[in-house]
T-cell receptor, first 118, second 119 residues
Framework: GDSVTQMEGPVTLSEEAFLTINCTYT??????LFWYVQYPGEGLQLLLK?????DKGSNKGFEATYRKETTSFHLEKGSVQVSDSAVYFC?????????????????FGSGTRLSIRP | EPEVTQTPSHQVTQMGQEVILRCVPI?????FYWYRQILGQKVEFLVS????????KSEIFDDQFSVERPDGSNFTLKIRSTKLEDSAMYFC?????????????????FGSGTQLSVL
């Protein structure tokens, strides 16, 4: 079935380090891909998305490129900050039908906890 | 930015009791969702809701679960007879577009969750 596998955490880095969190997916069809972030005590927030192959999503210095050939959507940031400490979830969604009533779902990975040391 | 609100933030209940988790989605949204996350595990889809009926549900969403939009603003998840394994963080979400159709403005807004503990 459809699934998302992401790098297990926790990941601990020093401020200004380079970040990569790996994510691969399995899906029938052509999913949209997402990274969601959950800051302490808050809900899930969309960080970035890509809806087709070779698209690059970017936001707040984070980037991820939709790689169909490797079924991957790795999250990267060139220089992390303490404020980036959070749990990051890779996710996908698929079209389930042609009518509005066939609302689809988002499938999440298990999450990667990121801690940044000052 | 508008937000999805969930109450209560924490709920403790005895096994076998009924609980109702409440959510107020963003006012002009049409699609509503419940997800849950058992501690240390994945965020799992439970159910999606559109036009006053369930659109899709997962195998987790059995007869013990039900959803309702009683008054046009609230969206509730009821667990009829809670089990120990229902202990989890429950997230409500809403969207203006159907998720998965690849629109540029496709986005789910999540609440901050209700932590349910079944003793």
């Amino acid at each position: 079935g459809d699934s998302v596998t992401q790098m297990e955490g926790p990941v601990t880095l020093s401020e200004e380090a380079f970040l990569t969190i790996n994510c691969t997916y399995t899906a029938t069809g052509y999913p949209s891909l997402f990274w969601y972030v959950q800051y302490p005590g808050e809900g899930l927030q969309l960080l970035l998305k890509a809806t087709k192959a070779d698209d690059k999503g970017s936001n707040k210095g984070f980037e991820a490129t939709y790689r169909k050939e490797t079924t991957s959507f790795h999250l990267e940031k060139g220089s992390v900050q303490v404020s980036d400490s959070a749990v990051y979830f890779c996710a996908l969604s698929l079209i389930r039908g042609l009518t509005d009533s066939s609302a689809s779902k988002i499938i999440f990975g298990s999450g990667t906890r990121l801690s940044i040391r000052p | 930015e508008p937000e999805v609100t969930q109450t209560p933030s924490h709920q403790v209940t005895q096994m076998g009791q009924e609980v109702i988790l409440r959510c107020v989605p963003i006012s002009n949204h049409l699609y509503f969702y419940w997800y849950r996350q058992i501690l240390g595990q994945k965020v799992e889809f439970l159910v999606s809701f559109y036009n006053n009926e369930i659109s899709e549900k997962s195998e987790i969403f059995d007869d013990q679960f039900s959803v309702e939009r009683p008054d046009g603003s609230n969206f509730t998840l009821k667990i009829r007879s809670t089990k120990l394994e229902d202990s989890a963080m429950y997230f409500c979400a809403s969207s203006s577009q159907r998720a998965g159709i690849g629109l540029s403005n496709e986005k789910l807004f999540f609440g901050s969750g209700t932590q349910l503990s079944v003793l």
